[in-house]
């Protein structure tokens, strides 16, 4: 018997947090998933609460009833419909450690957080805690912003270069598009410094083809002058796409995306949810 879909869900109970666990239900319910919502108190703020300790004994239960109604509120939602079990867990630590450490220990199979944390709600770009989530992760990382509440995505939208791994991480994108009867575009941004005509374009979608099992696949072959990452938004601005998704890789153009400059830029980017896949199995 197949060990069940884990989803690992850090809350820090922000608004944007908590847009992430409605995506992290929802999908819950369609793999069947086992889905833990995560707390990782801050150290530092306990230790400025107060010097009793009863103080930061009754805000560790005021957390921890935090937690469990958010708990409660997604059974009684999702597990009529799918979600196997959701549970809460509070561990001490530093944040991203912390969060990486448990989805190694529980074997997670997915990451869904929200882009910014509860202190970084005027910054217009991708908090840092969850950059480096998604950096530092060797599983796939859902990046939810915040005001993004979900919907049954009509269109993910695929960034590609053309890797030979991009064959075997195209299952995971088609067997989520299979969840909601979405289409899927397979897009490549060309640039100034690495540009491909249509004719390479063509034989590398006929090399890709083959590996994809599903009918509403769309390949897109798209120039921009400029960032990859500005060409990608202003395809998923034209196309209306619902959630982008890419593989992780060395160098790649979604790096880009997590730099204060380059999303200040993307003010569209990051009304989207992103998700980022770490691994091609």
Not at 26 to 33: F, H, P, S, T, V
Not at 36 to 58: I, R, S, T, W
Not at 100 to 125: R, S
Not at 179 to 190: A, T
């Amino acid at each position: 018997m197949a060990n069940p879909f884990k989803i690992l869900c850090p809350t820090d109970f922000s608004e944007c947090s908590l847009n992430a666990i409605e995506y992290a239900a929802k999908l819950g319910e369609q793999y069947q998933a086992e889905l833990v919502l995560f707390h990782v108190p801050d150290k530092e703020d306990y230790q400025k609460l107060a010097a009793g300790d009863v103080f930061a004994n009754d805000q560790y239960a005021f957390i921890k009833k935090k937690l469990d109604n958010l708990v409660k509120t997604v059974s009684d939602e999702s597990l009529s419909k799918g979600l196997k079990s959701c549970k809460g867990m509070v561990k001490e630590g530093k944040a991203v450690k912390t969060i990486l450490d448990y989805a190694a220990e529980i074997y997670a199979d997915l990451i869904v957080m929200g882009t910014e944390g509860i202190n970084e709600f005027k910054q217009n770009y991708v908090g840092t805690r969850s950059s480096k989530v998604v950096e530092q992760a060797e599983i796939d990382v859902l990046i939810i912003p915040r005001r993004v509440y979900f919907k049954p995505p009509r269109k993910l939208v695929y960034a590609t270069d053309y890797l030979e791994e991009d064959k075997i991480a195209i299952q995971k994108v088609v067997e989520l598009a299979r969840f909601f009867d979405s289409e899927i575009d397979i897009v490549h941004v060309s640039s100034k410094e690495k540009a491909i005509d249509k004719a390479l374009h063509i034989s590398m979608v006929q090399e890709m083809e083959p590996f994809i099992k599903y009918e509403k696949v769309n390949y897109v072959l798209k120039s921009y002058r400029d960032e990859p990452g500005l060409g990608l938004e202003n395809y998923l601005i034209t196309a209306r796409g619902d959630l982008l998704v890419t593989l992780s890789k060395k160098k790649s153009w979604f790096e880009q995306i997590f730099t204060k400059n380059l999303s200040r830029k993307m003010s569209y980017f990051i009304n989207k949810p992103l998700l980022v896949l770490k691994r091609a199995d």
